[in-house]
């Protein structure tokens, strides 16, 4: 028995030298690596995260204000607390004053970039957004804006990217067509979403996909697809965190996603692509209280404090029990600065974008 554990573990630390050197790995091998996780090659992979990251950012961790700013949503995703057909959601919608008054209030506190999040909500035309948008950065030139409002037209992105917006997240969810089929409904396309990601590369956003770990029928094989895709994809940020039950989705007695494999991606992602920026996520800090100090442990450099208006933060609940629902932005914020020193890092006041490891600009 020992000598098979010695032969596995020998096998994973191989394939750990070979992703450090080469920045891939094949589908089997990833699907390896997934299905064969222990301690050992935990705590391998984390090490090298960390001082890979450490060598390209240092010990700063960027931060985020996370403006949510529509729970109306087109879509019925199996998963989301905020889906079409949610009865008992309470919907709102912020107006262009309470998202700028957002931002100010974020801009005194060191956020400088600001991400507009939302559901699909047809009342945030590309008009709409792109005053928003023009106002923002009219009164904060220095910062950066993230737009999370989904899938749009090729036109509609290009509008939002020409008023100023900077980046543009949009979660692939799952890189396996049929996985993608179990999660949403028909009237939901795969490919439509890997071509919005790619349109809006092609327009020239820094971009950022991800996924849900433990998302229901998700397989070893559907993740080693997904560390593909960020292999292939290389993009600037990628979004990843457990999945957690909504009580109100056709998802509600699903178990949720795993701490330990969230943060093994994580490494396994930072290894993938180091500049790549890496939130720990909420979903990370609601199923762990100490999950986000795990994930930048594990190699995340990102964190995205909720800075929506106190009264609609517990309506955008996409999953049960979500954290940083009740603070106010600015306890949140000293509270994860405090966080963050008991374990060596720092929050800086920077827009954060995207570094080249040394070895490229050398
Ligand atoms: N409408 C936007 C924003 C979606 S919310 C869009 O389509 O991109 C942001 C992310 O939250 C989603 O991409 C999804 O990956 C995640 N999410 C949704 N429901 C979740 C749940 N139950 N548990 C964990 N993460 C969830």
Redesign the pocket.
Known sequence: MEQINRHQNQKLSALIDTLEQNQSLTLSEYEELITCRCKEATDILAKRAVSLRQRIYGNSVYIRGLIEISNI?RND?F???IRRSSQRCERYRLTAEQILECCEEGYSLGFRTFVL????DAFFTDEVICSILSEIKKRYPDCAVTL????RSRNSYQKLFDAGADRY???H?TADCEHYRKLHPPDMSFHHRMKCLHDLREIGYQTGC???VGSPYQTAADLAKDLKFIEDFRPEMCGI??????RDTPFHDQAAGDVELTCYLLSIIRLIHPPVLLPATT?LGTIDPGGREKGILSGANVIMPNLSPVSVRKKYE??DNKICTGDESAQCKSSLSGKMKSIGYEIVTDRGDIKKPESDTA
């Open positions: 949503c995703c998963y989301c607390g999040q939302g559901g699909e999370s409002l989904g899938e997240l949009l979660r969810e991800g996924f849900m965190g457990p999945f957690i039950p909504h979903a996409l999953y």
